[in-house]
Structures are given as structure tokens and as C-alpha cells.
């Protein structure tokens, strides 16, 4: 039987990396969490506390993180400085990833995986980008320049994936010794365009593919408000249909925006994006004035039954002949109704996907599945306004798995030269393609 591997879990929440990890038989050498509830469901699931502070236990007078052959992080996006000329190890001074490289310099783990939102390969975060990219090289790490960005939908069912769109930029690095800034540049472990395209031929079903579970819970249940808006803006649909015999259209819908064309003024220093919204709110009101009208006398959408953000409607559900067919979120923008079947990005439980055909909420649970975490998995007993918000702010299971599968595809002759490569090395050749069964079997 071959060595397993140990790894160090950074920013370690409620453990996305400590499941894909132990799945494919790796051990912990170390964990930091400084949220004392995700580090407690974290210890409850992964049987050792992170409870902690990085910046405490590494910076420039100590690094109390043994030797290790991976390193995972979700870490934060904190600004990176840009005083000064310089580059390098000084424009990381202030944040968190100067704390995941002080580690990296000392221990030299063989494998790193990082990730973080898609924000950080915007325009905007192009510098932390290329100083993350940078150091990493000047500490003797191949890496490819060019971004890995994944999602669980993108990847198929029977290789971890989930019906849930989460943009993550995974930066996958190994170590090789030597400084790596003047060596030939290093593909991607991913080719993007061809994942995407491929990714075009998945057809997910929340029911089947989650799958949803059949519950009644009283706790998912909508409110008699939240009820009011989606028959109101269903019966707004089913007007338009008949009127014009077509779907609503992809443009945003602001019933506080609607007045005739002939009385349209749009203020001087509008956006022009919203200006266009605005007249084509206007033209759609004014080919349907009187329907319009009587619908909303009919619902109050006027009144102070109807908050001004559920005066809104985006609708991006194509076909779909009602909004309870639809997967529904109450959004600042407005409601978004869209078909049913993968989720946005989770996040916090005022945004919580509603499933039309069971007119509930999901489940904390099924949520827990849409990040690939198995069905033992225990939150204790914290408000599902908690877990809703740490499983929003977890890693993806089966997006780490796959990141990690495609690096050692891609750097299988490098981490063979190290001992710890070599036991990454081992660990991937003899799991299988998704990290489900695994996981699922790992307690019991």
C-alpha cells in the first residue's frame, strides 16, 4: 500500500478541500478556520479542530505548519498594495496570501492549490493576479499564467460534478525547484474553450441529477407575501402570452418604470444600459397599457403589499409556461425566474434557490449536496441561516477533485522527481474518476 500524503487546509470553513483531499487519501497535518462556527462543524465532520489564526501562526517571526505535501487555501482576496515600483514578496506585505507564501517558502509542499472568485483574473485584480503568478514561480513553482477556471456544471455528473454554476479560479502549482520565471511558459490544466464546449452538451436536471428531495418541511415553506408576488407575476405572464403570443422578454421588467412612450423622459446622466431598459419597459407598457393596468389594480402591486424590488421581473426561463415550473430567486434586482435546471452560485439564505413544481426552498441539505458533500455530513445544531451561509462560502468538492485530477494529468513527470509528488502521484492513479462513492463510504 502506497504512503499517503498529508496536506494543510487553509481558510479551511467547513472543509470543501478536507473532502476532496481525504477522498483521495490524504491526511491532515494541519487546519486554520478563524469562523468558530464553521470550525465547529468543521471538527465535527473532519474529527480535529481549526479553530485559529493564520497571520498567528505564519509571519515573519514563526511558521508553526509542518512539513506537508499539499497545500489547499480558498483564500481571501484581500487589495493587494501597489506602492511603490517594486514587485515580488514585498507587494503581498498586508494580506493573506503573504501568510499561505511565508508557508510555501518554508516547507516547499509539492503540490498547491489555490482558489478564489473569478474577480481576481478581472481587470481590476490583474496585479494581485500576476504577483500571486510571480511569487509562486520565484519560490521554484510550475504554474501556468494563463487562468483555470471551473464550475460544477461545467464538469460532468460521473467526474464530481453538480448542477450549480460557481465560476472559481483554481491557480494549481508544482513544485520543481529553481526559479521558474524564465522557463517556458506552462499551459493550463484545463483547455477552457474546449471544457465549455463540451460542457454545452450537459443537460442537467436539479430532480434527477441533485436530486431534489421529497420533503414537506415547514422550514422551506414560502411565506403567504413571498406566494403573492410569484402568483402575481405568473398571472403578469400568462397576460402577456395571450396578448402577444409570445414569452416575456429577456429584458428586465420594472412595472415602477412604466409610463407611455409619449411620456417618457429619461433624467440626463442615465447609463445607457439603463436607459435602453427604460425604453423598452416603456414600449412594452404602452402596447399593453389597459392589461397592464388592471393587472396590477388586480394584484396591489402598487401598494405596500409589494416592496419595490418585487415590482421586478427577470425572466430568464425561455419556454417555460409559468414561473412555478421555474427555479425562483428574490433578489435585490428583482424575482429571476429561470428553468430549473442548475443553480446560480449559492449564497446567503435571502437568495436561497425556490423550486417552483414543490413551491419550497432547497434544502440545507440538497444544498449540501450541490457542493458535493455527503449525505453524513453534520451541521449540528446551528440555524439553517448558518449552514446556508458557510456552504455559500465553501470550495467546491468535486471542482477541487477535478482541478486537481487535471494538474497531475498535466504534471505527472514533474511531481514524480519528489517524494511528496510522488505520493499525490499515487493517490490520484488509484482513485476513480468522482470523489461520490468515496465520500460517501468514508464514514460508517
Not at 494549481?172 to 465549455?196: F, H, N, S
Not at 450537459?202 to 408576488?229: F, Q, R, V, Y
Not at 430567486?329 to 417552483?356: D, E, N
Request: aromatic share 10%.
Amino acid at each position: 500500500m502506497s504512503e499517503k500524503f498529508g496536506f494543510v487546509d487553509l481558510f479551511a470553513g467547513i472543509g470543501g478541500f478536507a473532502a476532496a483531499l481525504s477522498a483521495l487519501g490524504g491526511e491532515p497535518v494541519y487546519s486554520v478556520e478563524i469562523d468558530v462556527n464553521a470550525a465547529k462543524v468543521y471538527k465535527s465532520n473532519w474529527g480535529h479542530d481549526p479553530l485559529g489564526d493564520i497571520t498567528a501562526d505564519a509571519n515573519d517571526e514563526v511558521v508553526r505548519v509542518s512539513k506537508h505535501d499539499v497545500l489547499a487555501a480558498g483564500f481571501p482576496c484581500q487589495p493587494f498594495s501597489k506602492s511603490g515600483a517594486q514587485r515580488g514578496m514585498d507587494e503581498t506585505r498586508g494580506t493573506l496570501y503573504w501568510n499561505i507564501l511565508k508557508i510555501i517558502k518554508k516547507n516547499h509542499p509539492a503540490l498547491v492549490v489555490l482558489e478564489n472568485v473569478r474577480n481576481l483574473v478581472g481587470p481590476r485584480h490583474r496585479h494581485e493576479w500576476e504577483v500571486i503568478i510571480d511569487t509562486l514561480k520565484q519560490e521554484g513553482y510550475r504554474v501556468s499564467e494563463v487562468p483555470t477556471i471551473l464550475s460544477p456544471h461545467l464538469i460532468p455528473k460521473n467526474l464530481g460534478g453538480r448542477p450549480q454554476s460557481r465560476d472559481r479560479v483554481f491557480i494549481t502549482a508544482t513544485y520543481v525547484g529553481g526559479d521558474q520565471r524564465t522557463m517556458p511558459k506552462v499551459p493550463p490544466i484545463v483547455d477552457m474553450a474546449e471544457l465549455r464546449k463540451n460542457a454545452a452538451g450537459l443537460k442537467w436536471n436539479l430532480a434527477i441529477d441533485l436530486p431534489l428531495d421529497t420533503t414537506s418541511d415547514s422550514n422551506l415553506s414560502l411565506t403567504k407575501n413571498e406566494l403573492l408576488w410569484i402568483d402575481a407575476w405568473d398571472d403578469w405572464v400568462q397576460i402577456l402570452r395571450k396578448a402577444t403570443g409570445k414569452q416575456p422578454p429577456g429584458f428586465p421588467i420594472w412595472a415602477d418604470s412604466w409610463v407611455h412612450e409619449s411620456e417618457l423622459s429619461v433624467p440626463e446622466g442615465t447609463p445607457e444600459w439603463k436607459a435602453d431598459f427604460l425604453a423598452k419597459n416603456s414600449k412594452l407598457y404602452s402596447e399593453n397599457q389597459t392589461s397592464f393596468d388592471a393587472w396590477a389594480d388586480k394584484w396591489g402591486v402598487f401598494t405596500d403589499k409589494f416592496p419595490p424590488s418585487r415590482r421586478k421581473l427577470e425572466w430568464q426561463a425561455q419556454d417555460a409556461q409559468s414561473l412555478w415550473d421555474c427555479l425562483m430567486h428574490f433578489r435585490p434586482s428583482g424575482i429571476r425566474a429561470k428553468k430549473p435546471t442548475h443553480v446560480p452560485a449559492l449564497v446567503a439564505i435571502t437568495q436561497t434557490s425556490i423550486y417552483g413544481p414543490s413551491r419550497r426552498r432547497l434544502s440545507t441539505r440538497e444544498v449540501a449536496r450541490l457542493q458535493g458533500l455527503p449525505s453524513w455530513f453534520d451541521f449540528g445544531d446551528q440555524s439553517d441561516a448558518a449552514t446556508y451561509k458557510q456552504l455559500g462560502n465553501g470550495v467546491n468538492v468535486g471542482a477541487v477533485w477535478y482541478a486537481i485530477k487535471k494538474h497531475v494529468d498535466r504534471d505527472r513527470e514533474y511531481l514524480a522527481q519528489t517524494p511528496g509528488g510522488r505520493r499525490v502521484l499515487a493517490a490520484v492513479d488509484n482513485s476513480p474518476d468522482s470523489p461520490d462513492d468515496i465520500l460517501e463510504n468514508l464514514k460508517g
